[in-house]
């Protein structure tokens, strides 16, 4: 299938790109608990009272942007494997061109700077940095043999050694109850994300046994 005339139109095609690839409607609140959790935590711990209503719009739209712009860097990332081995996704089966969703990236990118000069100048290089890594990431650092050679379970860094092999309740119960007491809605609310996003691309069987096993590691054997 390519992308021509005969094509649905643009508006649908990309709501069909969104709904498989970056799901509004599941991943939107899970920010929006990020975000709020994040922003309240930080203010918590500087002894400071909650903002006011734009710090947590603009966190939330800003960390929704850069959500997709993720989204677009692995679509560029991932083109050649996609290609090859799964040509069932929106971009390699022709709904949407790589081209289209690059370019909503870029519009993303400027948008995120428009809104932080716009809320608080300063916010701009932090934000800056965060995009240059993201680009890094796109083009493997500039060493995607290297890296793939040598694989960095991400998980570990995050959960600890053993906890990384631990299913997802269990992680999610190691991010809960680590660090200081009042940091802990923000350690669990990342994990919360970070886990819902990586789940969406698992094969639905893993899915099914990860979440059997996380039952009996919550509640024994008895309890699953």
Known sequence: MSVDEASPP???RLWIYQAERFPLAKTAPLIAVFSV??????AHLAGRPL?????????????MILFFE????????DAEDDRRFRPERPVPRGLVTLRLIVGLGIAGFFATLLIAAAYAPSLVWPLA??????????????????????????????????????????????AAGRGLAAARPLDFSRALLRERLRDRDRPKTLRQGERA????????????
């Open 51 to 63: 903002p006011g209503f734009w710090a947590f719009a603009v966190a939330f739209a800003v960390t």
């Open 70 to 77: 993720m989204r677009a860097c692995d679509e560029v990332k």
């Open 129 to 174: 940095l965060v995009q240059a890594w993201l680009a890094l990431m796109t083009v493997e650092f500039f060493a995607p043999d290297w890296l793939r050679d040598r694989p960095v379970p991400l998980s570990r860094l995050a959960y600890g050694d053993h906890a990384a092999d631990r299913p997802v309740p269990h992680r999610l119960r190691v």
């Open 213 to 224: 096993a996380g039952r009996r590691d919550l509640f024994g054997a008895d309890g699953a």
């Open 37 to 42: 959790a994040s922003i309240s935590v930080s």
């Open 10 to 12: 643009l508006a649908k």
